[in-house]
């Protein structure tokens, strides 16, 4: 039988069978732990059934691995699902350009939710649909309280593995909620203090839309670190500053150090072509990776 895991818990592995829609509670045979291998949540897997009464089995096989995220620790995702509140807590436009690198360097495909559209003064969900359109991502602005808005990010996930990432409090397990009514995540309360979620997501675990569509809600972060990526390629992650490239006077313009008449991305940050804020978390970031080099 071939199936995914879902959740591992205590040396038990639970594989979802797409063909019976059934989940097994199954242990590893013990040549995994010989060749140090761990089962990760999303494997797909082929296990053998023990007993069908109790849905017990043993998972015997895990098959090739088409990518692996360290946090969380989860294979075979498709595509990534960003979920930040547009206020409360205020969107931090660095956090998420963080998210974003990282994904990028797994090759991951990313779509971005601004959730809490309630709460859009000022323009500000405009002006982040904006700013991450033009970096060629596309942008979901809604609710979870609006079953339309639901619908739409439902379809989008259809016959995929999703990852919800995003910080604490901005939704996320509310939209898996959602997303599937047979699952009941632990949704914390906002702290009217300080404005942050409480974090409520425990453990690493797939929940099924449907037969062939899972999604991944992930602990919320305050904080992620950029790692393993050079400085000279920091910017290849940030794709509005392509069409700009070959325009710098210099090849290997660092797009930090050099003035505007030299850099074309500085000029078209000068000019409103390319946005500041994704300018200057793509300075802040360098400048943290260029620390690390020396």
Request: glycine share 8%; charged share 30%.
């Amino acid at each position: 039988m071939t199936g995914k895991i879902i959740k591992g818990i205590g040396g038990f592995y639970y594989i979802h069978a797409p063909k019976t829609d059934e989940v097994y509670s199954c242990r590893a045979v013990g040549i995994f732990r010989k060749l140090g291998i761990k089962p990760l949540v999303g494997d797909n897997v082929e296990f053998e059934i023990l007993d069908e009464d109790k849905r017990e089995g043993s998972l015997t096989k895990i098959l090739e691995r088409e990518n692996v995220l360290i946090r969380p620790a989860v294979a075979n995702i498709d595509q990534a699902m960003v979920v930040f509140a547009v206020r409360e807590p205020e969107l931090n436009t660095n956090l998420l350009d963080r998210f974003l690198i990282y994904m990028g360097m797994q090759d991951i495909q990313v779509n971005i939710f601004l959730n809490k559209s309630d709460l859009n003064r000022d323009g500000l969900m405009e002006r982040y649909r904006y700013i991450y359109e033009n970096a060629g991502y596309k942008v979901i602005c809604g609710s979870t309280e609006n079953e339309a808005d639901v619908d739409s990010i439902r379809e989008l996930l259809k016959d995929k593995t999703t990852v919800l990432a995003g910080p604490s409090g901005v939704g996320k397990s509310s939209l898996t909620n959602k997303l599937n009514d047979g699952v009941c995540m632990e949704v914390g309360e906002l702290s009217a203090k300080i404005k942050r979620g409480k974090q409520t997501t425990r453990h690493t675990e797939l929940f099924t839309i449907d037969a062939d569509s899972y999604v991944l809600d992930t602990p919320g972060f305050t904080s992620l670190y950029v790692t393993g990526v050079e400085t000279d390629r920091l910017g290849f992650y940030f794709e509005e500053f392509n069409d700009y490239y070959d325009k710098c006077k210099y090849t290997g313009c660092s797009h930090i150090y050099e003035s505007e008449d030299i850099c074309a991305v500085k000029r078209a940050v000068a000019e409103g072509k390319i946005p500041e804020e994704r300018y200057d978390n793509y300075r802040l970031i360098y400048e943290e990776l260029k620390d690390k080099e020396r």
